[in-house]
C-alpha cells in the first residue's frame, strides 16, 4: 500500500471533494482498492449504520420509443417480445412486495407512451392510498415538466433518471441524435426544483468511456449533490449496436461507488442487478464499497425475461419471494441487516 495514495484517501473522506486528477489517479492506482472500500465503509457506517434499505422493482412496460446505443429494449431491437403490465398486475406487484416488508416501489419502464399522465396519476394515486406509508419511485425517462409536475402532484415521491455519462461528446456516442445531454439535464434540474428526490448515475465501461469521463461523472453527480445514485456496469447486449464491446469492469464499478459514498456520504447508493450479473458475489462486494441499497425484483416471473436491457440479466426465474430471501441472505452475508422503512435519503 501507498502512503501518497491513502493519503489522498484519507483527505477525500475528511473534505468528501476532490480535484480531477485526484480523482483520476485512485481510479488508475489499483494498489490501495481496499484501503478505499474501507474508508467508504466507514462513511456510510457512520451515516446510516449497517441499515441497508429495500426497493421493491416493478419493470411495468419493455416498450421504449427511443434508440438508445447500449439499451437491450430500444425501440429498434426487434427481437423483443414487448409487454405492458395493466393497473391491477400492477396493484399485485404492490400486494405482494408489501407483505414482504416492501416500503419503496420503483415503477420502472421505457419511455411508453401509451401510458398517458391520466393513467400513470390513477396509479399513482391508487399506489399511496392503499400503503400511505409506502413511498413511490418513478424511472420513466424523460418526460414533459408538465408531466413530472402532474407525477409529484399525484404523490411520486422520487425520481430515478441517470445521467449516463456529464460528457456531451460522449452522450452523442451512446444515444442517437435525437437525444442530448442538455434535455437529460435540464429534466434532472427540473425534477429537483418540483420537488421530488432525485437520483442519477452513470455505466461503468460504457463504450467510448475514458478514465477522465469517470472522473467527470463524479464530479458532476458531487456538483449536483444527488439523493440517489444509481451505478452499474455496462453489459452489452446481443441485439443492440455495442453488442461487441466489452463489459464495464467489475473492480471499475466498485471504485466508483465508493468515491461516490466519500464525495455525496449521504446519498443512497443501490447495489445494483448489473453488479450482481457480472459477478455472483457483485453485489455482497458492492455493499462493503459503501452502497446501501438493494432492489429485489417484484415484476411477474413470466415478464422477467423480456425486461432485458444487458445479456444474461440474472434473477429472471424467480418469484419475488424468492429474491426477497435471497438478497436478504447477501445482505446479511454482507454484514449488513436489511430495514423494512421508506428508507429516505439524508441528503
Ligand atoms: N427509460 C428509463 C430511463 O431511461 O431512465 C428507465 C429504464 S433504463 C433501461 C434504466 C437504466 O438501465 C439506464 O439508465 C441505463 O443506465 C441502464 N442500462 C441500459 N442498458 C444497459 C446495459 N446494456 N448495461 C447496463 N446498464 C444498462
Ligand atoms: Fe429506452 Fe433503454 S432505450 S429504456
Known amino acids: 500500500m501507498s502512503t501518497k495514495y491513502t493519503e ?16 483520476i489517479e485512485i481510479i ?21 449504520g449497517k441499515d441497508v434499505f429495500l426497493r421493491g422493482l416493478i419493470e411495468f412496460t419493455n416498450y421504449c420509443k427511443n434508440n438508445c446505443l447500449y439499451c437491450g429494449i430500444r425501440m429498434g431491437n426487434h427481437n423483443v417480445e414487448r409487454y405492458r ?24 419502464g421505457g419511455e411508453d407512451l401509451f401510458y398517458t399522465d391520466e393513467m400513470l396519476c390513477d396509479i399513482i394515486k391508487t399506489i399511496k392510498s392503499d400503503y400511505n406509508d409506502c413511498a ?9 415538466f408538465d408531466s413530472f409536475q402532474k407525477l409529484y402532484d399525484a404523490g411520486a415521491d422520487r425520481y430515478l433518471l441517470r445521467h449516463e455519462t456529464s460528457n456531451p461528446e460522449h452522450y452523442t456516442k ?6 442530448s445531454l442538455k434535455t437529460r439535464t435540464d429534466c434532472l434540474l427540473e425534477l429537483r426544483r418540483i420537488g421530488f428526490q432525485v437520483g442519477a448515475g452513470f455505466m461503468v465501461g460504457s463504450p467510448y468511456q475514458t478514465t477522465e469521463n469517470l472522473a467527470e461523472d463524479l464530479l458532476f453527480l458531487k456538483d449536483f449533490n444527488p439523493h440517489m445514485v444509481g451505478i452499474g456496469p455496462f453489459i452489452p447486449h446481443k441485439d443492440t449496436p455495442y453488442k461487441e464491446y466489452k463489459q464495464g469492469s467489475m473492480r471499475d464499478t466498485l471504485v466508483m461507488v465508493a468515491l461516490t459514498r466519500l464525495l455525496i456520504p449521504k446519498t443512497l447508493l443501490p ?18 464499497a459503501g452502497a446501501n441499497v438493494v432492489m429485489p ?3 411477474p416471473t413470466r415478464f422477467r425475461e423480456l425486461y432485458s436491457l444487458y445479456d444474461n440479466k440474472i434473477c429472471t426465474g424467480d418469484e419475488a419471494a424468492e429474491c426477497r430471501v435471497c438478497l436478504e441472505k447477501r445482505v ?3 454484514g449488513f441487516k436489511i430495514v423494512t422503512n421508506r428508507g429516505d435519503s439524508k441528503v
Open 271 to 288: 447495489s445494483t442487478t448489473a453488479l450482481g450479473t457480472i459477478n455472483p458475489q457483485g453485489r455482497e462486494m458492492g455493499l462493503k
Open 85 to 108: 403490465l395493466t393497473k391491477s398486475e400492477i396493484l399485485e406487484c404492490c400486494e405482494t412486495g408489501y407483505k414482504l416488508g416492501f416500503r419503496t416501489f420503483v415503477l420502472q
Open 28 to 48: 488508475t492506482n489499483h494498489e490501495n482498492d481496499n484501503y478505499l472500500f474501507d474508508k467508504a465503509d466507514e462513511l456510510r457506517q457512520k451515516i446510516y
Open 332 to 334: 446479511i452475508s454482507a
Open 8 to 23: 489522498l484517501i484519507d483527505k477525500i473522506a475528511t473534505e468528501n471533494n476532490a480535484t480531477k486528477n485526484e480523482l
Open 297 to 299: 425484483n417484484l415484476s
Open 174 to 179: 451512446l444515444h442517437p441524435q435525437n437525444m
Open 136 to 144: 413511490i419511485t418513478l424511472s420513466l425517462g424523460e418526460r414533459s
